[in-house]
Each structure stands twice: as structure tokens, then as C-alpha cells.
């Protein structure tokens, strides 16, 4: 529970907010109060599913099936609105914790209290598939366990929401290692998908993993097609058959939920046994406990504010019409804003404000996040200094936003497009993060290829395809010293003439290599992967090669599949493997470990190592000296993008969208962005020295978005849409944002926005 932001409407719909419970994919949830006093979970749909008129009509349908809902292990629909200018739906609010949370803190359940917990799920499946409606995203998160047993939430608006998004092939929705195979294939789900996840969700509880591990997005969505589930660590011979059962990859051999219902009602002993506490381990009922005594957070009490506030617009009970961008939140009120001070906003993406001269952020592929300013930006290189970089700057955001005067002029008018500066054609699909230096881009591409690029103007300088493997290059180019540095999927290292692209040397690991290259000194670092994706990975390789010649200085053998850069700082490499690993760069000797299963790209910054957890949904900050955690953020989605750090604030992104910006120092949420994608896994963070300037894309299969927000709010600045998907990071430099996308484009915009259209280059 989360207090309530300035600029946070005061009611929707009559009810009263309290505070905020999270968000995801399809929107905002608070916390409120009906007039009677009764607490309601308030979800207000995102804008940009809120603007497709085919999303309210499914919306509107699916509402009326979901009220008709009444399970005893379900979250009843309360009431809703599918006509106003931003939906909402309220369900009955369920004090507790999630099942996500409770495995986390205290372990794995007994086999007793997973067939329980098993029952009750079974049940609620059972009436929610009577009534017409699939789940579709039943994962641990989405399974409350509070004070009178355990509860289902969040279904009602997943079909409306998939058909929406799955119209693009590919697709899918759902949490990677909890989805069906149908799902992951983005084919037709039915009641039968549920109960596949619900085998997933059984086994999470019983041994504290999924049934397919943890792997990146692209491995785990592989297994779940693919691969058995892993039940070795299901004790129970009998909730091992049962889950066995549930995830069977043909639906047609699942069992239904009441067929299964009735299987596991034969293990709980006593039919009232979830009407309470009492079947579950006594430290998650203690916890439980606990939790239903929380009050919720104060309101805040604003700074005077003169201009607009963000996240309000006027009340319009009208849907908006074509080319009408949907505000924020209808029927909002708020002491704090005047009715002067709500115009709507006229453009293609609601809430978008110049900033002028100001700090703002850009958002942009892959969960790549870069920093820069108005004038002149210079890339960070992919080095593994973690973005601590250049501290000039940092703080500039926070002081900023505390000494703004109590009356400010209104913004000047709105920017929403990113201004196209040029783009080049390759004809190759692109998933390699572009890197910036010294006035060229380089970008890596299929069957071995490294492109150089002017970065002015788009023109090619040169292109290198090298053997013997000629396998894709889908990490950044490192450029260190006058050389790039360029790994590929076939195993392979080539140091590179920067100017030239003649080749220096070759380094043949012998394995994948996924990952940049990592340069500190005289010392090239990489990692490689035992295995594949048919075959599985068995672990890899973290190798140690002297780069003026790439002799071999050390080489290191890693538990788990590596296919993102350690971080480098002080002389220590902080290496992601079966925990976070703290190495002697000169020697590879280990200095701690930090136990945690699922680390995801590390980042230094100020002697804290930050990492996202991905099957965890977590953000940790460990100390870099002693391994001993500071902090750790919950964000509600897979965290799959390196964490940039800036100013202080860590910003980072997940799968389902959502952008974070948490206090580096204490891990709180100082704001928080939904896009209309997800956020990819393969970029690493970027920013201009400044740190004013944060770059993401957010995209699905079929199209993607580069956007720019302000650094210190995360309103939105501008945008650019590309045709295809952005799966990667993009770079700043010489006051311009570069991405690439996997229609085979380079794309050059200008940081300040505007629009401007222009001949793509051609390779």
C-alpha cells in the first residue's frame, strides 16, 4: 500500500482514494472508500487501451460477465464504469498478501496447505468459468491470501484487454513460466489455459520455483512450449500427479476445474478449513494478521501549484471520439487544481507536456534507459561502470523539483512526436543495442555483421562481416581505446579498428555469447553459454583475455547461463550467476556472494550494486563492499532491463510496461509510468552526462514506441513509433536519441522532440 501522488484525483466514480495497491499492463488500482465506507479495489484502465473503441465494447461485455461472478475464492465485481473517458472497475478490497509475497518471505508451503490452497484456487476457477469468463493471467501475484481464505483477483478485463493487444501476431499475454503453451504461441485460450496455470501456480507454492525455472523471457516462453515442467521438488507424490495433470501441453487432456476441485477436496481436511488462517503455515498467518491492521498512508499534502497537474483532465462522460485523446481519470476531483488549470491536452498520447528547458527523461527500447539534456549528450559506452559516472548533475532532478517557485508560468504548448533527424535502412532484423562514439554509430546485426554509421547524417562509414561462425550479433558494440569490441551468438569476440573496422583479433570461446563484451583497462571480460535453447543450458563461462591480443588471462566456470554483462567497478566484477557474485577482476577470486536466485543485469553506482529480480519482480540494492543488501522494491511485473542510475533516483522497468523511478538511497517509489508495451530484456542503461534525459522503448511484436519523460515526474514529453517491435536499448549523443527496431531500421531522433519526416538511407 502506497501513499496517493500529487495530482492523484480525489474521487473516481463517487469513490473516495486512499491510497495507491499498484499497477500493471491494463492500469492503475487504488485503494478507496464507497459512500457507505465500504473499501473497494479501484482499477482504472490505461489510456492506451482506454482509446481503442473495440477494447470498451469487449470491456462493457466482459464487466457484465464478471459481476454475475460470486465464488467464495473470488474478488466480486462492485461496480464499474466502461463509458466514461478512462473505464474503472471496483472489486471487493482484500486485505492479506499475495501468494507471491508470502513464498518469498517464508518459504515453500507444506503438501497440506498446497492442497488447500489448491481447493480453494480450483473453486474459483470453477465460478469463474461458469460465468463465462477466462482468467488468463492467473500467476502468484494475482492470489490473494488474507483473513477468510484465499481469493483470485484481477480477472474481469483480460479478454478485453488480449484482444485488444493479440491482434498482433505473436503476442501474447500472460507472466513468461506461468502461461499456457496456447498463450505462449498467442493462439486461442480457453478455461483450459487457467488450469494450466493454476499446475504453475500449485508448484510455485509447493517448492518456492515454477515449473520451468528461471530463465530470461525468450528461454522461458521456449520451455513452456517445448520443455517437461520440472516436478522433482514436488514432495508429494499425489500434488506432483495433480500438477503433472494441470500442465500437460495438450488442453484438451487438463482436467477441468471442477474436476479438479473435487480431486483436491479430498486432501483438505475439514471443509471450513480456508475460511480462516488456520491451514495455513503460522508465520504466513501471522503475517496476515499483521497486514490486515494496516491503515492506509496519509494524502499528501501538495506544494501550491499554479500549472497543470499531472494525471487530471476535465470530467467528460462521453467516450472520446476519433482522434480524441482519452484524459487520465473521469469524473476525478481534486482541491488541488482549478478548472482553468485542466485543460485538456491536444495530441496523440493523453498527458504529454513540453517541458521546455527542463529535466526530462526518454524511455526507449528494450528497457534500455538513457539520461540527457538539452545541448550536447555523450553515450556511456557499455564498460560496466554502472552509469555512476559523471556526478555534475546528479541531484539536479530532486532540487529542482523542491525549489520550484509556488507559482509557475503555464508550460509552452505540447511536444508529441520525436523529430526524426534521419533513418537507415539494413534489411536485417535488429535487436543489438546501437552504441555512440566519436561521431559514429555502430550497430551489430545478422550473420556476423558490425555497421558504422555517421552519426550526423546516417551514412554508412563502413561494414565488416566476419567468420567463421557468422552468427547474429544481438549485443551493444563496446568501443574502448580507438576499438570495438563485437560478440555474437556463435561464440565469437573481434576486437575492431573503430574507424576502419578492420579486424585486430579473434577470440573463439567455443560457446554463445549473448552478452557485450566488457572492457576495463587493459582487460576484456566475457561471458558465454554452455548449450542452447533445443538443448538446454548447462551453465557457462566468465573469461578474463588481454586486450591488446586476446590471450587468455583467466577463465571462470558459471552455475547458471549468463547472457547479460556483469558490471565492473573498482577493480570488482559483480557478476549475475545462481547469486550475485563479487569477483578480483585481476584474478577471478571471489570477494562475497550475495544469495539470490534470479539476478538480472547488475548495475553500480555509488558503492551499491543494483539488480533486477525477474521471476521475483523485485529491485534489490546491495552494499558493493560487503554484499549486504540496503533495499528491496516489489514492482508487480517481471524486472527484466538493467537499472539506470541518475541523480539519485534508480529508474527501471519490468515486462508488463511499467517504468519506476525509486530513491537510490531507499528504494521508495517516487513515480511511476505505464506504456502501452513491454520492456524488453537485452539493453543496458545509457545516459548524457547531465542525467536529464532517461530513454526506454516499450513495444510488442508488431510495433514499438521510443518515449521521453520528464526525469523528475515522469510525465510523458514525446514519443516515436516505429512499425516493428524495439527489443533494444538506445544511446544518446551529439543531441540525439539512436534505436534501432526489428523492421530493419536505425533511426537518429532529436532529444528535443518535434516532427519531421525523412527518406530512409539504404544499406
Known sequence: MEALRPGDPERIGGYLLQARLGAGGMGQVFLARSPGGMPVALKVVHPNLAGDRGFRARFRREVEAARSVSGAFTAPVVDADPDVRLPWLATAFLPG???????????????????????????????????????????????????????????????????????????????????????????????????????????????????FGRATVAVLLYRVVHESPRLDAVGDPELRALIAACLDKDPERRPAAGDLLRRLADRVPRTDVLQGTAWLPPPVAADIAQRGRQAPPPRPVPPPHAGPVPGMAPSDATPPGPGTPPGPYEGARSPRASRASLAPVASRWPGVASLGRRRFLVLGGSGALLAAGGGVAAAMAATGDGGGGDRQGQGQATAAASTRPATAPAPP??????????????????????????????????????????????????RQRVGPTGADVR?????????????????????????????????????????????????????????????????????????????????????????????????????????????????????????????????????????????????????????????????????????????????????????????????????????????????APARSAGGNLICFGSGVFTTGNLYAVDAATGRPVWRHETSKGIESSPAVGRGTVYITSTNGFVYALDVRGGTKTVPPTAD
Open 413 to 462: 504548448p505540447p511536444t508529441h512526436d520525436g523529430k526524426l533527424r534521419w533513418k537507415h535502412a539494413t534489411g536485417a532484423y535488429l535487436v543489438s543495442n546501437p552504441t555512440v562514439a566519436d561521431g559514429i554509430v555502430y550497430v551489430g546485426g545478422a550473420k556476423g555483421t558490425l555497421l558504422a554509421l555517421d552519426a550526423d547524417t546516417g551514412k554508412r562509414r563502413w
Open 475 to 683: 549485443a551493444a558494440p563496446t568501443v574502448a581505446g580507438g576499438v570495438v569490441y563485437m560478440t555474437s551468438l556463435g561464440g565469437d569476440l573481434y576486437a575492431l579498428a573503430a574507424r576502419t573496422g578492420r579486424v585486430k583479433w579473434h577470440y573463439l570461446a567455443g560457446e554463445l555469447v549473448g552478452a557485450a563484451a566488457i572492457v576495463g583497462g587493459d582487460t576484456v571480460y566475457v561471458v558465454s553459454q554452455v548449450g542452447n535453447i533445443a538443448s538446454g543450458f548447462k551453465g557457462g563461462y566468465l573469461t578474463a583475455l588481454d586486450a591488446a591480443g586476446g590471450a587468455v588471462r583467466w577463465r571462470r566456470r558459471t552455475k547458471e547461463s549468463i547472457n547479460s554483462e556483469p558490471a565492473l567497478a573498482g577493480g570488482v566484477l559483480y557478476v549475475p550467476d545462481d547469486s550475485l557474485y563479487a569477483l578480483d577482476a585481476a584474478t577471478g577470486r571471489v570477494k562475497w556472494v550475495y544469495k539470490n536466485k534470479d539476478v538480472h543485469r547488475p548495475v553500480v553506482a555509488d558503492g551499491v550494486v543494483y539488480f533486477g529480480n525477474f521471476q521475483g519482480e523485485e529491485v534489490h540494492a546491495v552494499d558493493a563492499a560487503t554484499g549486504k543488501r540496503k533495499w528491496k522494491y516489489a514492482t508487480g511485473g517481471p524486472v527484466t532491463a538493467r537499472p539506470l542510475v541518475a541523480g539519485g533516483t534508480v529508474y527501471v522497468g519490468n515486462w508488463d510496461g511499467d517504468m519506476y523511478a525509486l530513491d537510490a538511497a531507499t528504494g521508495a517509489m517516487r513515480w511511476q509510468l505505464q506504456t502501452s508495451g513491454q520492456i524488453q530484456s537485452n539493453a
Open 97 to 211: 498478501l499475495s501468494l507471491q509475497d508470502a513464498v518469498l518471505a517464508h518459504g515453500p508451503f507444506p503438501a497440506p496447505a498446497a492442497f488447500a490452497l489448491g481447493a480453494g484456487l480450483a473453486e474459483a476457477l470453477d465460478s469463474i468459468h461458469r460465468a463465462g469468463v477466462v482468467h488468463r493471467d492467473l500467476k502468484p501475484s494475482n492470489v490473494m491470501l488474507g483473513p477468510d481464505g484465499p481469493r483470485v483477483i484481477d480477472f474481469g478485463i483480460a479478454y478485453a484487454a488480449e484482444a485488444t493487444v493479440v491482434t498482433q501476431t505473436g503476442h501474447a499475454i500472460g507472466s513468461p513460466g506461468f502461461l499456457s503453451p496456447e498463450q505462449a504461441r498467442g493462439g486461442e485460450t480457453g478455461p483450459a489455459s487457467d488450469v494450466f496455470s493454476l499446475g504453475a501456480v500449485l508448484c510455485y507454492a509447493a517448492t518456492a520455483d515454477g515449473p
